[in-house]
């Protein structure tokens, strides 16, 4: 399994978590059954990594989604911008890689003008780096 559908195993589970306010372990083993080594490795440490700092990630989203209450955000858009920040703040994945994926989640998951929003809110993640959160 290359990176890019590991990311979408991780952003479908993370879309789970973001619907339910968990992350389901048997929809995990249903989703990985393709992947490699390595590509479980990246899916868990996502999840693993979202879950220990969901409280940090919701309040960069919160900061630079200015003029949208984070309730009414499309929860697809959430997962994405969940999965996309903690990438961008937590790994050494290079910022505009993580960037660039996420628009392309938005453009196959959510709504027409999604990927606009989500790219100007990892643009100032990006430039304001998120770390002081």
Known sequence: MKRRAARETAFKL???MVMTGQFNPETKDEL???ADKDARSYIDSVIDGITAHKD???A???KYAKGYE???IYKT????LYLACYEIMYTDTPPAVVAN???ELAKTYSDT????????ILASVIKGDGADE
Do not use: M
């Not at 858009?77 to 994405?80: E, I």
């Open 14 to 16: 993370t879309y789970e």
């Open 32 to 34: 990985w059954v393709d």
């Open 56 to 58: 940090q990630l919701k």
């Open 60 to 62: 960069v989203i919160v």
């Open 70 to 72: 984070f309730d009414r």
């Open 77 to 80: 858009d959430l997962a994405v």
């Open 101 to 103: 994926e996420a628009v």
């Open 113 to 120: 003008k999604s990927h606009a929003f989500i790219n100007g």
